[in-house]
C-alpha cells in the first residue's frame, strides 16, 4: 500500500483509480533563460549583449531582435539557453588565468607585422 | 617591453560602438519636420486626387487604430520579452500611419479637419486626432477592444497577413509615397506574422487551456476576416488608377499563407459566419462600433483640449 498520498491537504488518500492529476508536470513558473550574442554592422564577431527569457530557441532569436536590435546594432544573432554554457568559477580565477599573466613570449609581438595585414 | 596590445578599447568589441555616429536619421525629440522630405509627392497622371487622399487614410487609419489597439499591451503582456515585442509591432504601425496620413493631406487637404488658429499640429496629427469615428476607413478587425494574449495573437496574425499581401502588390504602386511605404511595411510586416505565427502555433499546440483559449478567440475573430478582402468603391477606383489594390485580388495569396499556419497549430479552418455591416456598410465606410468611439475619445483627448499645444 505504497500508492497514497497526503499531497492536496485531504489526509493520506488512496490513488487507485482516481484522476488526481499527479504525474502530470505542472507548467514550468518562468521561461528558461537565454543567452544573447550580436554581431554589430562593423563588428567581426559575436559579442555577448545580454539575457532573456523565452519559452523555445526559435522565440528566444525573436526576443532577442525586439529586445537587442531595437536601434540597428545587428546584423546576426546568437541565442543559446544559459543552462547549456560551462562557466569558469570566480573561485578558480588564480589557478585559470595569474599564471599566463607574465608570460610575456606568448605574445606575438616580437615579430613585425606587414601593414597589410588586417584584424591583428 | 614592447607594447601589448588589448583589445579593450577595439571597436568590434561591442555590438553597440559607432552607434550614433552617424545619426542624421534618427527622429531625437518631437520636433518632427515634414515626413514626406525628399519623396516625390506629385500625384501621378490620371489619378483623382480625392480618391488617392481617402486610398491612403484607409491604410493609413487601418495601422493607427491597430497600433492604438496593440500599444495598449504595453506593460500588460504575459513577459517583459512580448511587452517590447508587441511594442515594437505598434511602433512599426505607427509609423506607417505616420507616412499614410500624411500622404493622404498631401495628395487632397480637403480630408484634413480645420484647427483653431496658431495650431502648430502638423496634417497628419489634425487627421489622427481630430476627426470622429464615422471618418475612420479602417476594417473592424483593428478596433475591437484587446481580449486575452491569444486574442493578441490571432489579431495580429489575421491583420498582418492580410496586410502584407496587400503591401507586396502595393509597391508597384504609381504613386511614389505609396510604393516606398509599401517597400519598408513588406519587412516590418513579415517579421510582424512570424512573430503572430509561432505564438499561434505555440499556444496551439500548448497546454490545453492555452489550445482552448487560441481557437476561442480565432472563431471570435473570424468573421471579420472576410471584410478585410471586401473591395471599397474607393479600393476599386485606386487599383483601376494604378495606385492601389483591390483587396480581392490578394485574398487567395492570404489564405495560402494562413493555411500553412493553421495546418503547422493543427487547427481546423473556422466556420463561424462572417459578421455583416450595418445595411451593409462595414469599416471601410466608416461604419465602427462602441469601441472604436471609445479608444478614440482616450487616444484623442489630450490633442483636442490643448489644439495649440507644443509638444
Known sequence: ?120 | MPDIHTSAEDEHESAYSGLLVNDAHWAFGTDFEDPLAGVDTTIPDGVDAATLATYALMLGDDSLVMSHRIGEWTSNAPDLEDDIALSNIALDLLGQARLLLARAAKADDAVVPTLPEGSPAPPEDALAYFREAPDFRNVRLAELVNGDFAEATVRVLLFSVWRLAVFERLRESRDHVLSAVAAKGVKELAYHRDYAARWFVTLAQGTDESRRRLITAYDALWPLWPELFDTHPVEAAAAEAGVGVDPATVREAAETVLDQVLAAADVERSEAPRRSGVLGRTGRDGMHGEPLSRMLAEMQSVARAHPRGQW
Open chain 1, 1 to 120: 500500500m505504497s500508492n497514497l498520498s497526503a499531497e492536496g491537504g485531504h489526509g493520506a488518500v488512496p490513488l487507485e483509480g482516481v484522476p488526481t492529476g499527479q504525474g502530470v508536470p505542472a507548467p514550468e513558473p518562468e521561461w528558461p533563460l537565454y543567452e544573447v550574442f550580436v554581431r554589430g554592422k562593423r563588428g567581426l564577431n559575436h559579442v555577448h549583449v545580454g539575457s532573456l527569457h523565452a519559452a523555445d530557441d526559435r522565440m528566444a532569436l525573436l526576443h532577442a531582435r525586439d529586445v537587442y536590435t531595437r536601434r540597428n546594432e545587428g546584423v546576426s544573432i546568437w541565442v543559446v539557453r544559459a543552462d547549456a554554457i560551462t562557466a569558469s568559477s570566480p573561485d578558480e580565477k588564480d589557478p585559470m588565468f595569474a599564471p599566463s599573466g607574465d608570460k610575456v613570449y606568448r605574445h606575438p609581438t616580437f615579430y613585425d607585422i606587414p601593414d597589410n595585414v588586417p584584424h591583428m
